[in-house]
Each structure stands twice: as structure tokens, then as C-alpha cells.
């Protein structure tokens, strides 16, 4: 217990000695149909597959109960009671509720605007006198990876901006006219934090989305990235740092799954050298989406390339050539969950370093004590991967050490999913990482065995 108190101080005099906090807590996909003896081969649903391992706080290869989110929440006033701004890029919604693509369910988009109105309602209650950020996920609408069609369009915007901002009492400052104008039209939104000189861009990325079908909204795209000019112009004659959220990250992404391309290719166009001619004033991009916490990357193919391609994550990982990709709290992809807090210094050019926490997941199992009880401290990028800060020197002075180190290699790759790196195994960790859960095949020895053998030529 002394140890627990003395560590909450020492966390809450790091967040008083940072001049801006970004807490960030994605891809929740709360599931309010979640049954604790629930099967994971069903996503744990009520009234399907049941096994016996009691599991309140949530289980492997299911979505979020509602105690899992709200604890998280829980934990992370413990550490930090008042960040400057709490950051939500989307997929509030569990994946249990059906969905078809191109089909319009209305049963489906009731409870799904039911998870929304829970979810918005559960951060404010819980820290009332905090800004959130939301944008919409790709599991936030009834037709995925979609933005609303015109039938429905008006009816989804204007509940979500009450959801988002008018409803919560920390955001009311940002209901204003330009933002109603922008978000009813596109789903986007902008929160200036004045007393901080910062501005945050709320993105709607789903209008980039290489499967939002181009007849939903066509002029969507367009009016955002003119939107975004603006916004930008705006922050620099005021001297603000600008902070972009979305859901889906840009380029060719990286993933446990294979190498995927979120956006289509044409918007990338437009907004990358957008991106690069603002980079001065862009203190941080930060996406969701991929479950698995790091910074995004190109892909290469070559298993024997992607330890070297998770030390080109990092290269990558600077504000201004890549994005900030957390942990999700759904452990629905083998991931224990977690969120993660951002500190940046005085001028606020980059961050200087995260906290990240985790959900002990299997643990909880068959438990039923507080789920406080196993949200831990994981890991602080400076105190213990030795990441000085997150510019671009930070991150390759990291990169030349890491590069040499196996040990320090591992325990990085070992925090990505959530794990304590005195107690997991290197096997079970790549395992983990690169081969798709709950398939059982050859492929997936060959890949961890490749890997292992790799990973002991380059380093042993």
C-alpha cells in the first residue's frame, strides 16, 4: 500500500511538472450484451456459447464489458486527475452487433447509438471538469468502414454532436457555429484548448476509407481537407500547437494480420503534403484501429524483415512523418488492454515521453475482487526504454541502442502487447505479435520459428 501511494504521487507530480497531458484510451468497442461465463467463440454474448471460467472484467478474443472501460477510467484518475485533454479515436461500439455492409439496419444503429450515448456519458461522469476529443471509429456506424448515408446522415450527425459535445459540459465550449456546420456535414470537429495554445482537429477519417463507398458523401473528402487549411492557417497566425485525431491511421500499415492500406491512395495525396508543410506546428498525430501499441510503418512482406521493421516503427513514429497508435482496451485480439498518457514539455514541439498502463486480463479470471486490482503500471518510454524523447533525434538515438540490444528489443516488443517482459517467454510473445489468433496451422510455426531464429542470428 505505501508503495502504491508513494507511486500515485510521484506519477501526479510528473503530469504537474508537464505543461500538456494527452490521456488517450482507444478502440473500447464496449459490449453491453457481455456475459462474464460467455464463450469466446460467440464474443461472449448473452444467450450464446457459455464456458466455465468466470470472466468480469473481460476475456481473450471478446469485446469490452462495461466494467473494463469504466475502471479504465477509474485508473487513469488515479494516476492523472486532471489531464488537459483526454483523447477518444474511435470504435466506441462492440463488433457483436450485427452489421451488413451496404445494408442499413435499424435495429443495429439503435444500439449502437445506445453504446455511443453510454459511452460519452461514462467519461464525462467520470471526469467532469476534462475536454474529450471523439471522432468516429469504423465500428461507430451501422454500415462499416462507412460514413452515414444521405437518408441518414442528419439524424446520425446532430445525436453525435450532442453526444460528443453540447451533452458534456467539459466540451460546451467548442458548440459553436463553424463546428455544428462541419460536423453535421462531415462528422468532424475542432476544440481549441486557448489557456494551452492548443488546437485539436477531431477527423472523421472514415471519408478516406478505402471501402466507404464514394456515393455515401462525395464531396465529404474535399470539404474536410479545405476545413483542415483553414484550421491550420488559423493556428499559425495564433502561434498553436496543432493535434490531429482519427481513427483509421494513414499509409500502409503494419498489422498482426498482413500488410493493409486504410485510406485510399488518392486523399493520402492530398493530405501527406499538407502533413509535411504544417510539421512545425503539429505537436501530434494520434490514431487507433490496429489494437497492438506502437508507432505506424510501412509493411515489407520478408518474415525475416519484421524485426527490423518494428525498429523502423519507431524511426517513423516522430510527429511529423508518422502517428501515435495505442493498445485498445477490447482484448478481442489477444491484447491485455491498456491506455496511455502523453506528457510534452515547454513548446510543446513533440512529446517528451508516455506512460502506458495495462489490464492484467487472465489474472481477473474467476475473480471477483475491485478491477482496480489489476490495472497496473506497464511502462514510462524515458524511465524504462531509455526514448529520451519523441522527435526524430529521440527516437534514433533509441534506435541505436535498441539496435543492438536484444534484450532491450524484446522487452519493447513485449510492452507492445501489454506484457510484463520479466515473465513472458520471446516465443510466446512473437507468437503473439504475428500469427493470427485462433488459427492453427503450419504457417504460423514457420513464422515464429523464422522469427526466432532470425532475431538469435542478428542479436546472439
Wanted: net charge positive; with cysteine.
Amino acid at each position: 500500500m505505501k508503495f502504491l501511494y508513494l507511486f500515485l504521487v510521484l506519477s501526479l507530480f510528473a503530469s504537474l511538472k508537464a505543461k500538456f497531458t494527452v490521456a488517450m484510451m482507444n478502440d473500447v468497442h464496449l459490449d453491453l450484451n457481455y456475459d462474464p461465463y460467455g464463450s469466446s467463440e460467440s464474443g461472449c454474448q448473452k444467450g450464446k456459447l457459455k464456458d466455465s471460467t468466470l470472466a468480469l472484467y473481460g476475456k481473450i478474443g471478446c469485446d469490452s464489458p462495461y466494467a473494463l472501460f469504466r475502471s479504465g477510467l477509474e485508473k487513469m484518475k488515479l494516476v492523472n486527475p486532471h489531464p488537459d485533454v483526454i483523447i477518444v479515436p474511435g470504435d466506441m461500439v462492440t463488433h457483436a452487433i450485427p452489421r451488413n455492409d451496404g445494408v442499413f439496419d435499424p435495429n443495429a444503429y439503435r444500439k449502437l447509438m445506445i453504446v455511443i450515448h453510454n459511452y460519452t456519458k461514462t467519461v464525462a461522469s467520470v471526469f467532469p471538469e476534462t475536454p474529450v476529443v471523439f471522432t468516429q471509429g469504423n465500428e461507430d456506424y451501422v454500415i462499416n468502414y462507412n460514413v452515414p448515408t444521405k437518408t441518414h446522415k442528419q439524424s446520425y450527425y446532430r445525436l453525435n454532436y450532442k453526444n460528443y459535445i453540447t451533452n458534456i459540459k467539459a466540451n460546451q465550449f467548442s458548440d459553436t457555429r463553424e463546428n455544428q456546420r462541419i460536423f453535421e456535414s462531415t462528422g468532424s470537429y475542432s476544440m481549441e484548448l486557448a489557456a494551452k495554445k492548443v488546437l485539436v482537429l477531431s477527423i472523421n477519417s472514415m471519408h478516406f476509407s478505402e471501402r466507404n463507398l464514394p456515393t455515401n458523401d462525395p464531396k465529404g473528402p474535399k470539404e474536410i481537407f479545405e476545413w483542415m487549411e483553414l484550421k491550420l492557417d488559423y493556428a499559425r497566425k495564433r502561434g498553436l500547437k496543432v493535434i490531429f485525431v482519427y481513427h483509421i491511421p494513414h499509409g500502409e500499415i503494419a498489422t498482426p494480420f498482413g500488410s493493409v492500406r486504410f485510406w485510399q491512395k488518392k486523399h493520402e495525396d492530398i493530405y501527406m503534403p499538407m502533413i509535411k508543410k504544417n510539421a512545425d506546428i503539429i505537436a501530434g498525430i494520434y490514431t487507433g484501429h490496429i489494437h497492438i501499441s506502437g508507432m505506424a510503418a510501412s509493411f515489407t512482406d520478408s518474415i525475416e524483415a519484421r524485426i527490423d521493421l518494428e525498429l523502423d516503427q519507431l524511426k517513423r513514429g516522430s510527429h511529423n512523418s508518422g502517428q501515435m497508435m495505442n493498445r485498445a482496451v477490447s482484448p478481442v485480439l489477444g491484447n491485455n488492454p491498456g491506455f496511455t498518457l502523453y506528457y510534452y514539455d515547454e513548446g510543446m514541439d513533440y512529446a517528451s515521453h508516455y506512460e502506458e498502463y495495462t489490464f492484467m486480463l487472465v489474472s481477473s479470471y474467476n475473480q471477483r475482487d475491485s478491477p482496480l486490482d489489476y490495472w497496473r503500471y506497464l511502462y514510462n518510454s524515458k524511465k524504462d526504454l531509455g526514448i529520451n524523447n519523441l522527435s526524430e533525434n529521440g527516437i534514433r538515438d533509441f534506435l541505436a541502442t535498441i539496435d543492438k540490444d536484444f534484450n532491450k528489443f524484446m522487452k519493447y516488443m513485449m510492452y507492445r502487447m501489454g506484457k510484463d517482459s520479466s515473465t513472458e517467454s520471446l516465443s510466446e510473445t512473437i507468437s503473439q505479435i504475428y500469427c493470427r489468433r485462433n488459427i492453427k496451422n503450419d504457417g504460423c510455426e514457420v513464422c515464429l520459428n523464422s522469427l526466432i531464429r532470425y532475431a538469435k542470428e542478428r542479436y546472439l
